[in-house]
């Protein structure tokens, strides 16, 4: 299948921060940590209500980031404008509701193709790759396809928590399959863990995952490193 790139995100070590209003743990640090134990790339949302990730971390990242720093952000001005200030090297568009504990679904492209699309333009007339975070359903990629995007993340989390998980498979592998055949790259994301992340990675051409909760979950018995290291050990044996 080749080479797919794991994106680590790096949230809930802030969420950690944020817990006793420190300055540890830092999220910098964990990026180089996470960086150095194999991730192609480094991950974070910069939510509205700025609950763990702050403007300085994101700033911070970008200059230090090796690899590739990809936000995570709704579309909306204020965030448009951070992210034409920092430049990340991609953005990933998602929906973002108040008191929400994670994202809930995919953004809802098919209904807002024109605020989707002014956005998309915007970030990819700076130079910024774009991915929209979608759930996988084939109007949804279509409408993707319309706003001018670079590439799909499908949503997986409700793949995880399905009990007829080989149905949700098949959504996920046809919405790949759509995304491709229209040219858009395809990246998948949310809730995957170091178990049922092995079938996803099947996924007709899939070029990126990105995980936070479940690789800090573990980093916090094994360490950071290990973490990272045993995700990108599951993906290279199972692509």
């Known amino acids: 299948m080749g080479y797919i790139r794991l994106g680590v995100n790096v949230d809930h070590v802030a969420t950690l ?23 192609d790339g480094i991950t ?15 700033r911070l990242l970008k200059e230090t980031v090796k690899t590739r720093l990809n936000l995570e952000m709704a579309v909306t001005e204020e965030m448009l404008r951070i992210a034409l200030e920092v430049k990340p090297h991609q953005v990933t568009l998602v929906p973002e509701r ?16 024109d605020l989707v699309a002014s956005a998309v333009k915007r970030l990819k007339d700076a130079g910024i790759e774009v991915s929209v975070f979608v759930d ?23 793949y995880a928590a399905a009990d007829d998980k080989e149905a949700e498979l098949e959504r996920i592998f046809e919405a790949a399959r759509v995304a491709k055949n229209l040219g858009l790259r395809v990246h998948a994301g949310h809730d995957l863990n170091y178990k049922n992340i092995i079938p996803v990675l099947e996924t007709p051409g899939l070029e990126e ?8 979950a573990r980093a916090v018995i094994v360490g950071l490193e290990r973490a990272v290291k045993e995700m990108r050990e599951i993906i290279d044996a199972h692509s």
């Open 209 to 216: 995952v990105n995980i936070g909760h479940a690789i800090i």
């Open 44 to 58: 974070v949302h910069l939510r509205m209500d700025r609950r763990h990730i702050k403007e300085r971390d994101l």
């Open 136 to 158: 996988p359903e084939t109007a949804q990629v279509k409408a993707v396809k319309e706003t001018g995007a670079d590439a799909i993340e499908i949503h997986t989390g409700i």
């Open 98 to 113: 108040p008191g929400e504990v994670t994202t809930e679904g995919g953004l809802d492209v098919a209904s807002r193709i």
């Open 17 to 39: 921060r944020e817990a006793r209003k420190s300055v540890v743990p830092d999220p910098v640090e964990a990026a180089f940590v996470a960086e150095r134990a194999g991730a």
